[in-house]
């Protein structure tokens, strides 16, 4: 079975390096939080993405990323010294805070917009096409790993209230316009669509039951 995610950020940890292979990479990353119950082969979501923990030592774990996952995330974009989003795979008696985040990237979006609205901050980003078909307003969306709710969607963009709390325990308030981040749309919806897609393009069944079949047995 697939490890679960909260999208509850633990605590934000920082790159202490990265090796990088010709399309792959290790990483060495710091944290506190996270090290208190962790084992070799755990699962840790890093801005959102899902790796396993390789080694670690002290409050140090170490972390590879496959071509897949460089590809598909803004992994690339880290280097020594970024901080990041932390999040460890949910325990089975764990109080579910957030929504269904699987650390399974769909790709990135990019931080189109950025305003106050008193106490809460707006963030609007911008995606593909494909990605928006997977989120509706007053949905769940994660943004490098953080559970956040959809305020406002239109073609190409969709927008996020943070709040304070939000704010002070990840990353999300340091990014700037221009910066990509990870996303992850709803699992729930993804498989409602893909359930409904297929359903649509079935042949629909032709029915045996016509005028003619009744009328030969007296109806």
Excluded: W
């Excluded at 990088?20 to 990353?29: D, E, P, Q, V």
């Amino acid at each position: 079975m697939s490890n679960m995610f909260t999208g509850i950020v633990e605590e934000v940890g920082e790159i202490v390096s990265i090796r990088r292979g010709s399309r792959s990479a290790t990483l060495k990353i710091k944290g506190k939080e996270i090290f208190s119950d962790m084992k070799l082969g755990d699962s840790i979501a890093v801005n959102g993405i899902c790796l396993t923990v390789t080694e670690f030592s002290g409050n140090v774990f170490s972390t590879d990323a496959t071509p897949e996952t460089i590809d598909r995330t803004s992994l690339s974009l880290l280097s020594t010294g970024s901080h990041v989003n932390l999040e460890r795979a949910m325990s089975a008696s764990g109080r579910f805070g957030g929504h269904i985040v699987t650390g399974h990237i769909d790709g990135t979006a990019t931080v189109s917009d950025i305003r106050k609205d008193d106490n809460a901050v707006i963030i609007r980003f911008s995606c593909t096409k494909e990605q928006m078909e997977g989120i509706i307003e007053k949905g769940s969306v994660a943004i490098d790993g953080i559970s956040l709710t959809v305020v406002s969607v239109d073609k190409d963009s969709f927008t996020v209230s943070v709040i304070p709390h939000t704010g002070k325990e990840t990353i999300l308030l340091t990014r700037k316009r221009g910066d990509i981040v990870n996303l992850e749309t709803d699992v729930i919806g993804k498989y409602v669509a893909k359930f409904i897609s297929r359903t649509e393009t079935k042949t629909p069944a032709v029915s045996k039951i016509t005028e003619e079949y009744l009328r030969e047995r007296g109806f």
